[in-house]
């Protein structure tokens, strides 16, 4: 494929680098490299929990800032056991002592990806007649039932 720039093709953040970079700045986000490297610095676990909304430093300081982050209900409790070792990797990110405190709100998250749920097993039909063959003691037609569920549930 030939193109008819004589540079050649170009990265598209080259372009919308200049669109979004005073959005950024307005929010204190470091020219967006904590959103767009996220889940390099805290992990995907970590990631897939929280995202960063922005950051505040004190008046005429660019270091000891504050992250606000929106975190899960659920990882909001991981996340204020684990502020200590965030902190350390998003200032060895940055270089230096960019932030000293973390601030959560809990909310959703937006995450990049959505893993949709595999679809259940088929059981064979060596897994169906040990299964049967497991439950036929049981006359309670109900809990027969309920057992043939679950039996299928583990099997899978």
């Not at 919308?16 to 959103?35: A, C, D």
């Not at 056991?81 to 350390?88: H, S, T, V």
Request: proline fraction near 4%; include cysteine.
């Amino acid at each position: 494929m030939k193109h008819n720039s004589k540079f050649g093709p170009a990265r598209l953040g080259l372009f919308t680098q200049g669109l979004v970079k005073p959005v950024f700045k307005n929010r204190g986000l470091m020219e967006g490299k904590i959103i767009t490297h996220w889940s390099q610095i805290v992990g995907e676990k970590f990631a897939q929990m929280s995202f960063a909304e922005k950051i505040t430093f004190p008046k005429g300081k660019r270091s000891e800032g504050t992250l606000h982050l929106n975190v899960t209900s659920s990882g909001a409790l991981l996340f204020q056991y684990a502020q200590d070792l965030i902190l350390e990797r998003i200032n060895t990110f940055f270089g230096y002592k960019a932030l000293s405190k973390i601030r959560m709100t809990h909310g959703l998250t937006f995450q990049s990806e959505t893993k949709m749920p595999s679809p259940p097993k088929i059981l064979s039909q060596e897994e169906k007649a040990w299964l049967e063959k497991q439950i036929e003691g049981v006359e309670d037609t109900e809990l027969r039932v309920n057992l043939q569920k679950l039996g299928e549930a583990v099997c899978r």
